[in-house]
């Protein structure tokens, strides 16, 4: 069973549709990343959070720890946003502190 | 200019040569990743080196070896590639700041191994 879990795996959209994608985790964490990764392959760094909510422009990232459960929402979407969104987390256990985990990713297609 | 590098970004090689890829960075970080992404299976670690004189083995480290030259260089090398390892290979690097971290990934090398 894979420790991070994401889904849907694959999400196509309309532009100006609302996005949410969903990360389930099944280990204690020190914090949660949503990472984007272009069609180029490049990988960046969206969020990082340990409660709460944290929103940047039309991107909003939630997590519930208890649930062990985060969500990330696009509003208003555009083709710009089509990427693959990756979940991963930072384990409490193990020697490997700071280490990540990755879910497999959630490709999201927007069409005009 | 790009704060994590990565050369060759695309490498063509025949089975059993050996080729190493290599990673550069200036944001000054002590913690260095190499990874690789397969599709339909995510990023997974190969090595992680959290100062010059530590290396570490990740999930899939068989086939591969690392060398940190220097806080800023970490370069990951196949002795005898073989074509499972054909993949697309990220570089990171990291802070750990009050127990939490962020990753900073290089653009990616993209290996194919005939």
């Known amino acids: 069973k894979n420790e991070v879990e994401q889904s849907p795996q694959n999400l196509t959209a309309q532009e100006g549709e609302f996005i949410t994608i969903n990360c389930s985790y099944s280990?204690?964490?020190?914090?949660l990343h949503w990472l984007q990764q272009h069609p180029g392959g490049g990988i960046v760094s969206l969020f990082m959070?340990?409660?709460g909510k944290k929103k940047h422009g039309r991107l909003i990232a939630t997590i519930n720890i208890q649930e062990k459960h985060s969500s990330l929402h696009i509003t208003a979407s555009h083709p710009r946003d089509s990427a693959v969104y990756i979940c991963?987390?930072?384990?409490?256990?193990?020697?490997?502190?700071?280490?990540?985990?990755f879910g497999k990713g959630t490709k999201l297609s927007v069409k005009p | 200019d790009a704060d994590v590098t990565q050369t060759p970004r695309n490498r063509i090689t025949k089975t059993g040569k050996r080729i190493m890829l290599e990673c550069s960075q200036t944001?000054?970080?002590?913690?260095m990743y190499w990874y690789r992404q397969d599709p339909g299976l995510g990023l997974r670690l190969i090595y992680y080196?959290?100062?010059?004189?530590?290396?570490n083995k990740g999930e899939i480290s068989d086939g591969y070896s690392v060398s940190r030259q220097a806080q800023a260089k970490f370069s990951l090398s196949l002795e005898s590639a073989i074509p499972n390892q054909t993949a697309l290979y990220f570089c990171?690097?990291?802070?750990?700041?009050?127990?939490?971290?962020?990753?900073?990934f290089g653009p990616g090398t993209r290996l194919l191994v005939l």
């Open positions: 990171a690097t990291s802070e750990l700041a009050r127990g939490q971290e962020t990753q900073y």
């Open positions: 280990v204690g964490i020190s914090a």
């Open positions: 959070l340990s409660s």
């Open positions: 991963a987390v930072n384990p409490l256990y193990g020697g490997s502190q700071g280490n990540l985990i």
């Open positions: 944001k000054g970080h002590d913690r």
């Open positions: 080196s959290f100062d010059v004189k530590d290396i």
